[in-house]
């Protein structure tokens, strides 16, 4: 079966893109709660309009909407055989919440990767998302930032999902990037003592190129789920 997936790291980690494409690899969805709250911002809807006042300070929407976002979206019939979350949870109360969804529904398998903080703010500096689709084209931007890639310049200027103009994430400007990593030690970081102990968490060196982060993440998954069974947690 396929895991049940969450990814914790700071901003810039790389988890969306890694999420991305393991959930892609595995047929199984990726829910990023940043991707759901940038589409209702997009869309118009009240939740959009409140959490882009949130999201443009660096700061965190309330517990009690993100709980509610990603308890339904966790009930849709495409989740139910495996799934990877990115950007959720994001306090203790989020993840005490998790673990409840989560009760007969196997183990969660949890992923910290870790980066240091300099090469967060130069990769966050560098990042792009699709004004239309709002699809993250980090890479391309990579790409086009490096003189080994030339070809990669003609690509960071258009999105390669929809051909939509790339344009920076109003919260990557230096100040909220700032603001983000502040509340990332904050609030998110005790998340990582709230699973350690667990036979599922493993850790993973995000600092590494894309492909090398991507095959520790397909060995930690599987170690973590030997581990999950060894330790008489449930398998999904
Ligand atoms: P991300 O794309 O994951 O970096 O999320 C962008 C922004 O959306 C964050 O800076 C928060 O303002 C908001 N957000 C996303 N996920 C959560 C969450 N689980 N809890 C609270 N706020 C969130």
Known sequence: MAPNLIMLGPPGAGKGTQAERFARGRGIPKISTGDILREAVHAGTEIGRRAKLIMDRGELVSDDVMIGIVRERLEQPDAIGGFVLDGFPRTVTQATALD??????????????????????????????CEDCGANAGRFAEAGASSQNPAGQADALRCSRCGGRLVQRADDNEAVVRERLRIYRQATQPLVDYYRTRPT????????????????????????????????????
Do not use: C, Y
């Open 100 to 129: 409840a969804i989560m009760e007969r529904r196997g183990p969660l398998i949890v992923l910290d990767i870790v980066v240091p903080e300099a090469e967060l703010v130069r990769r966050l500096a560098t990042r792009m998302i």
């Open 201 to 236: 968490f493993r850790s993973i060196d995000g600092a590494q190129p894309a492909d090398r982060v991507a095959a520790d993440l397909v060995a930690a998954i599987e170690a973590a789920g030997n581990g999950a069974g060894s330790h008489g947690g449930h398998r999904s």
